[in-house]
């Protein structure tokens, strides 16, 4: 088979709901990729942020090979030895509460809109305040709370209860608060919203207007969580907690599990039946991500992200330096936008052709987001190919 055999089997069976590109992947191992035709490429957005630790990161494969010898999956009417142990594991290293397992970021953030509403039930309060360009997924409740144009049109009526505030302005987020009010929610770097880094300032007010008014402060780290900043969870840059918290991409490094965190202070608002999900944490996954948690422990990969994180922003902002079409560089860790003041697509293209994946966002944001097990020489590796693409771009304006 050929990638042109494969195209024409999407043609004929697969609903047209993502902007293809003629690249058919067939194997990874860490920082690589190929593709069916044996062509390797530098993976930087692996899997759309879901590759944490990279492509088939071993001690996830073993993990996964053991667990699929000894059951798969179990009803959660029925204790799970994995899913007790990973929110426990997952409770250790954010905040004192209890965990909500789910299968992707969407379905995590449901859960959390569903928490909020519950929680304020009795008070009459239901409304939720996110963030413009913000990103949570594509449920019905999930699309509403992301509210760009893009993602909403054509699918209304939408859900009731969400307003949109501007990151980093405290004022419009208060000027939107009222009796209904029940949560405010976003993400700490906002990632297709164009890696936007919420400030600390800002994030510490929010914490207190939602401490006075009772309140739940919302953290979707479904692409921040998972030491992708250089924390295990972003939060954690700013010295404050969240009341709830939702995890998916690189929770499994692979693997399709999401997961709702919850604070002690609020835990106690779902009671048996009241939220459930079929596939929800079941032994094969959680296995997974409790691997995922050992290998960024053993491997000092929180480090490795913050070092090659710096090492990235270096490379970088050379390259800001040499072409005026680079307005600026940002984000933590290992989860870095280099905006642009022409559009990021065709230099994106020019990578993948020279062998370096990459993502554009946002029409100019280019987002680079290498696994945290990525090394220097990798990095240098390529930088070397977006730089000989962005000269190619840069003679072409
Ligand atoms: C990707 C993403 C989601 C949606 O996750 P899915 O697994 O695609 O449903 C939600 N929130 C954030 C911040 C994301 O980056």
New binding site residues.
């Given amino acids: 088979m050929k990638t042109s055999d494969i195209q024409k089997l999407y043609e004929a069976y697969i609903l047209p709901t993502y902007t293809t590109v003629p690249l058919c992947l067939v194997k990874g191992k860490g920082v690589k990729v190929w593709d069916i035709e044996g062509k390797e490429y530098l993976d930087f957005f692996p899997g759309?942020?879901v590759s944490g630790l990279g492509h088939c990161h071993p001690k996830v494969v073993t993990a996964i090979k053991e667990q699929s010898q000894k059951i798969l999956h179990i009803s959660n009417n029925f204790l799970n030895v994995t899913q007790a142990r990973l929110a426990e594991r997952i409770i250790k290293e954010s905040f004192p509460g209890k965990v909500f397992f789910c299968n992707?970021?969407?379905?995590?953030?449901e859960g959390a809109i569903k928490f909020a509403r519950k929680f304020g039930h009795e008070s009459g309060r239901y409304e939720i305040v996110t963030m413009k360009n913000?990103?949570?997924?594509?449920?019905l409740a999930?699309i509403t709370a992301t509210g760009q144009k893009k993602y909403l049109e054509g699918f209304e009526p939408l859900p009731e209860g969400f307003k949109q505030a501007e990151m980093n302005d405290l004022e419009s987020v208060t000027k939107l608060i009222g009796p209904k009010t029940i949560a405010i929610m976003l993400?700490p770097i906002?990632?297709?919203g164009g890696i936007n880094v919420a400030s600390g300032d800002f994030v510490k007010e929010l914490r207190k207007i939602c401490d006075q008014k009772n309140m739940l402060l919302i953290f979707?780290?479904?692409?921040?969580g998972m030491g992708r900043t250089g924390k295990m969870f972003a939060f954690q840059h700013y010295g404050i907690q969240p009341d709830l918290m939702?995890l998916?991409?690189s929770l499994g490094s692979g693997v399709?599990i999401?997961a709702l965190v919850v604070s002690n202070k609020v835990k106690n608002v779902l009671t048996p039946g009241t939220h459930a999900s079929t596939f929800g944490g079941n032994p094969l996954v959680t296995r997974a991500a409790l691997a995922v948690f050992d290998a960024i422990k053993n491997e000092k990969l929180l480090k490795n992200t913050q070092d090659m994180g710096d090492y990235l922003s270096r490379h970088l902002e050379r390259l800001r330096h040499k072409f005026s079409f680079i307005k600026e560089v940002r984000g933590w860790g290992l989860m870095k936008g280099v905006e642009l003041a022409i559009p990021g697509k065709p230099i994106v293209d020019e990578c993948r052709a020279s062998g370096l994946l990459i993502n554009c966002t946002q029409d100019r944001v280019l987002r680079i987001m290498p696994p945290m097990t990525v090394k220097k020489k990798q990095i240098d590796h390529a930088m070397g190919i977006l730089e000989h693409a962005m000269e190619k771009i840069a003679n072409t304006i």
Avoid at 134 to 139: D, E, I, L, S, V
């Fill in positions: 759309w942020a992707s970021g969407a379905e995590a953030v913000a990103f949570h997924g594509r449920t999930a993400e906002q990632g297709e979707d780290e479904v692409q921040s939702t998916a991409k399709p999401g």
